[in-house]
C-alpha cells in the first residue's frame, strides 16, 4: 500500500499538522469528481484492503494525500472500466512495484464482444453487461438472481444494467456481511422509488415545457432534488438511531 506519513495522529491539532483528512474531508474531496460516492463506499474500499487509512487513538480514520489519490484511481478504474476488484487490486500492486500495466480498453460494440457485455461511448447512457457487473460485484449468478427477485438490481435491457448498478451491488455485498439479506432491504426499496416518485413529480413540468432550455435544466434539477432526498434521507436514518459517523 502507499506509505502514509509517519508520527502520530490525534483527533485535533496533531492530525491537521500532519496533513491527514477525516473520511468525510475525503469524502467532500472525491465528490467533486465522483458525486455518487458516499461514506459506505469508501469504507467499502477499505474493507476490501484498496486503501489502508490510519487511526486516531479513538479510531477515527485519517487519510492521506496519497490515499485520496488512490481511492480516485479505484473509483476511476470501475467508472471508466468496471474492472473487478481483485483486477484493481493487483494493478494497484503492480503500480507500486513500478511496472507499467495499461488498463484494459472499453469494449465496444462490434468487437467480437457479447453486445451486452459492451459499454456505449455516450457517458449519460454508460451500461454494464451482466458477465461484468458479476465480476465487479464478486458474486455469482445465483446471489444476483436473488437480488433482482426483491427489486434491487433491476436490468435496463436484455442483460445490461445502467452504471449505478455496480455501486448497488458493492453495498448490498457490504450489508450482507452484517447479516442484512435482500429480503430485509424491500423497505427501503420502496421507499427509493417514493423519493424518486417525488423528484419526477417536480420535475415533470420542466420536461414538458415548450422551451428547449427549461426542458434541459430538468436534468440538472434532478441531480439536484436526488442529491438532497439522499442526504435527507441519510440525516433521518442518522437522527433515528442517533449516531453520528466519523
Known amino acids: 500500500m502507499l506509505q502514509t506519513p509517519s508520527g502520530g495522529a490525534g483527533d485535533g491539532a496533531a492530525a491537521a499538522d500532519t496533513g491527514l483528512m477525516s473520511i468525510g474531508a475525503v469524502l467532500n ?10 461514506i459506505s463506499k469508501i469504507r467499502f474500499l477499505e474493507s ?3 486503501v489502508e487509512p490510519r487511526r486516531t487513538p479513538s ?9 485520496v489519490e488512490r481511492l480516485g484511481h479505484v473509483l476511476r478504474m470501475q467508472r471508466d472500466h468496471y474492472l473487478p476488484l481483485k483486477v484493481i487490486r493487483e494493478h494497484l500492486a503492480a503500480m507500486e512495484r513500478g511496472e507499467a500495466v495499461p488498463l484494459p480498453a472499453l469494449s465496444r460494440p462490434g468487437d467480437g464482444e457479447d453486445p451486452a457485455e459492451s459499454v456505449p461511448d455516450t457517458p449519460a447512457a454508460a451500461r454494464i453487461g451482466r458477465g461484468r457487473l458479476l465480476a465487479a460485484a464478486g458474486v455469482d449468478e445465483q446471489r444476483l438472481a436473488e437480488w433482482e427477485s426483491y427489486g434491487l438490481l433491476v436490468p435496463v435491457g436484455d442483460g445490461v444494467y445502467d452504471a449505478e448498478a455496480v455501486t ?3 453495498l448490498l455485498t457490504e450489508l450482507g456481511r452484517y447479516g442484512i439479506e435482500p ?3 424491500r423497505a427501503m426499496k420502496a421507499a427509493a422509488e417514493r423519493e424518486a416518485g417525488l423528484v419526477e413529480q417536480v420535475v415533470a413540468p420542466l420536461r414538458r ?4 432550455q427549461t426542458r434541459a435544466h430538468a436534468e440538472d434539477r434532478t441531480k439536484e432534488l436526488a442529491s438532497l432526498t439522499v442526504k435527507l434521507h441519510a ?3 442518522r437522527s433515528a438511531l ?3 459517523l466519523p
Do not use: C, I, M, Q
Not at 415545457?209 to 428547449?212: A, D, G, Y
Open 242 to 244: 442517533g449516531v453520528r
Open 168 to 170: 448497488v451491488a458493492g
Open 235 to 237: 440525516a433521518l436514518v
Open 48 to 50: 476490501e484492503g484498496l
Open 209 to 212: 415545457h415548450r422551451n428547449p
Open 183 to 185: 429480503r430485509h432491504l
Open 59 to 67: 479510531g477515527y480514520r485519517k487519510f492521506s494525500t496519497g490515499d
Open 29 to 38: 474531496v472525491l465528490r467533486e469528481e465522483f458525486p455518487e460516492v458516499t
